[in-house]
């Protein structure tokens, strides 16, 4: 299934895959919203930064360039531009999820801690003596609580770590894809 999929896009003569990005000039590649700013320092087009993420997902491990062709050949200035906007823009992506995973385990750890606490409370109180059924239903909704606290912070480690760092190795990739230009006409 993997080669149907890799199939759809061309390759480079090293056998690379080439995720082709078409636009009639350099702004399509940029959201409209920061019309005064450098390329540089613009955002990249939503849909376009979209496309990318999907298109590296497709291909998954193999090598990739992304060729992008617009209407007419860009300075060697211009294009380093687009380069260093790719690059800070995915890089940032990328800061963002490290930033979330810190989070996210972060509140794994507070949540074990917790629970151990919870747990250890419910073993200090359970004791060998008698106790009214109030206190029974305290000690075993301490108890439920500890293991359910535990359960949480296992459970926000292991299932919702992994995308995370699966969304940082990707947005690394795509920051430091090559990037190849052509113009329209030399594609004809």
């Given at each position: 299934?993997?080669?149907?999929?890799?199939?759809?896009?061309?390759?480079?003569?090293?056998?690379?895959?080439?995720?082709?990005?078409?636009?009639?000039?350099?702004?399509?590649?940029?959201?409209?919203?920061?019309?005064?700013?450098?390329?540089?320092?613009?955002?990249?087009?939503?849909?376009l930064a979209s496309y990318l993420v999907d298109c590296v997902r497709e291909?998954?491990?193999?090598?990739?360039?992304?060729?992008?062709?617009?209407?007419?050949?860009?300075?060697?200035?211009?294009?380093?531009?687009?380069?260093?906007?790719?690059?800070?823009?995915?890089?940032?992506?990328?800061?963002?999820?490290?930033?979330?995973?810190?989070?996210?385990?972060?509140?794994?750890?507070?949540?074990?801690?917790?629970?151990?606490?919870?747990?250890?409370?419910?073993?200090?109180?359970?004791?060998?003596?008698?106790?009214?059924?109030?206190?029974?239903?305290?000690?075993?909704?301490?108890?439920?609580?500890?293991?359910?606290?535990?359960?949480?912070?296992?459970?926000?480690?292991?299932?919702?770590?992994?995308?995370?760092?699966?969304?940082?190795?990707?947005?690394?990739?795509?920051?430091?894809?090559?990037?190849?230009?052509?113009?329209?006409?030399?594609?004809?």
């Amino acid at each position: 299934m993997k080669e149907k999929i890799l199939e759809r896009y061309d390759r480079t003569d090293d056998n690379r895959v080439i995720i082709d990005v078409s636009a009639s000039k350099v702004e399509e590649l940029y959201e409209d919203f920061d019309k005064q700013a450098p390329y540089h320092r613009k955002d990249l087009d939503e849909e376009l930064a979209s496309y990318l993420v999907d298109c590296v997902r497709e291909i998954g491990a193999a090598d990739f360039v992304i060729r992008i062709t617009l209407d007419r050949p860009l300075s060697a200035e211009l294009q380093a531009r687009i380069r260093t906007s790719l690059y800070k823009f995915f890089m940032y992506q990328r800061e963002l999820e490290v930033a979330s995973v810190k989070r996210i385990l972060k509140r794994s750890l507070m949540l074990l801690f917790v629970g151990f606490a919870l747990l250890f409370l419910s073993f200090r109180l359970h004791g060998d003596s008698v106790r009214p059924f109030y206190q029974n239903v305290l000690i075993e909704g301490v108890t439920i609580a500890a293991w359910v606290s535990l359960w949480e912070s296992l459970s926000i480690a292991l299932f919702n770590w992994w995308p995370s760092h699966h969304r940082i190795r990707l947005n690394f990739r795509i920051a430091n894809a090559e990037l190849l230009f052509q113009a329209q006409s030399s594609r004809l």
